[in-house]
């Protein structure tokens, strides 16, 4: 683990972080260094690297994009059984189109190498393990010449965020297509909004507000390691219960939130500073021993002075409340009506969400409001198409930033996402080195209890 220099709470300004980040996103598109698969002319092939709920579920948005040849071609997992179980139910749903052979079934780190190596320059890799993983294997796609898609987050810290950026410079610069799995942003009624607040609608916007408030969910807590599994494999399992795989649940549960926010606002935060606790740490079940905290405040602060405020909880018995919000100065937006990206996004005139109030709520035709189906239809377009299309600096931004809030909390200290860039704690280094028989990037103390965060016992570490 590296660690961080001197801690620092001097706010630097956010001109570095968008002369770092714009000069990525400015960078030329060049023509693709190999043939662009031309509509109707062949099937595209998938390879699917980590077969787990995401996977499954990007797999079958790539074979339901309509008119279209999609073929899943390859899988890879680092556990036995995961291929195997994905392309069962994916054969059952789209039949021989999603049939995978065995021999094309990959197990262990290497799987990845292995599903490109079978695939063709042009086709597409889905990139759906835990994050840590996908500077590595993005890395190797763009070596291979092929599309990506890849979810969010697509970095859980400062220094691989700078790599994701730098490596991305390269898939730009042979026209590679890649999507980013922040769905918002493929949501019809979100981008109508979007819309709608250019044109004035909602006057300035003086405060955005984000909350994830309900009981545990996925792997966000953990008990002590059983027996019967390496540190490691027991680690990328449970990868939301773990920093350096996944940013912890801050990271992965809400990314979303904050992504959309962010873009109604049209920009970036400059910095940062929040709160977070847990309350629980023991259940009917045993001790936990993981590294989330189970309640967050974070106050993220625009270069304008303007806020966006996000909570989240997990905690059981609580008032749930997953939704999110933009105050302007003639109105307040309904950005996302439930959980992540949820239908219907509304404008209400004034600050009181009244229906008398209700000044345009979002229609959209049934066939458009699946924004995974829809983030996928542009992809495969832009394969087809040739057309631009690379999402990756904006998903490497949108890391940066949740991870930011989740670092002030961690460490009770204000932070900037140029401090991230420049002396954050990269928090597994040796990522593209793991084999089976590799020591877990965290270590358990001799009780089984991972480290935590210490805010103001640290400095600017997390743990
Ligand atoms: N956009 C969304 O709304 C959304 C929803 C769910 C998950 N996700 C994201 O998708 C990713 C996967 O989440 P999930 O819920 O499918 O988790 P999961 O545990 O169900 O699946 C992950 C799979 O990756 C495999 N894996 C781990 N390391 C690997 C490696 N090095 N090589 C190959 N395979 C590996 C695991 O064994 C597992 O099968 C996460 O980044 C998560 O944040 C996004």
Redo the contacts with the bound molecule.
Sequence with gaps: MRAMSKPRTVLSSRRDFLVTTSAAAAAACAGPSFQPHVAGSDRIRVAL?????????AAANALSVQGEQVELWAA????AG?PEATVDALEEQFGARAAVPKERQFVG?D??KQAMDSLRPGDIVIL???????W??YAYAIEKDLNVFM???VTVDGPSAKRMLALNEKAKAKGLKVGV???SRHNFGMQELKKRIEDGELGEILMLRGYRMHGPA??FRSLKKPDGISDLMYQ??R?HSFLWA?GGNFS?FN??IIDHLCWMKGAWPAWAQGIGGRHYREGKEGVYVDQNLDSYGIEYVFDDGTRLFFDGRTIDGCKHMYASYAHGTKGVAVVSAHD?CGLPSAIYKGQRMEAANLAWQSQVKKEDENP?QNEWNVLIKAVRDGLEHNEVDHGVRTSLITAMGRMAAHTGQVVTPQQMLDEGMEFAPDVDK?TMDSPAPLLADANGRYPVPMPGQKGMREY
């Design positions: 690297v980590g077969c787990g709920g995401r996977g499954g579920g890879a997992d680092v556990f995961k780190f799987g990845y759906t393990t835990p994050p840590a993983f996908r590595v294997h979810e969010k987050p799995g922040l769905m996925a792997f990328i399992q990868f996944s992965d990314i979303h992540d995974y793991l």
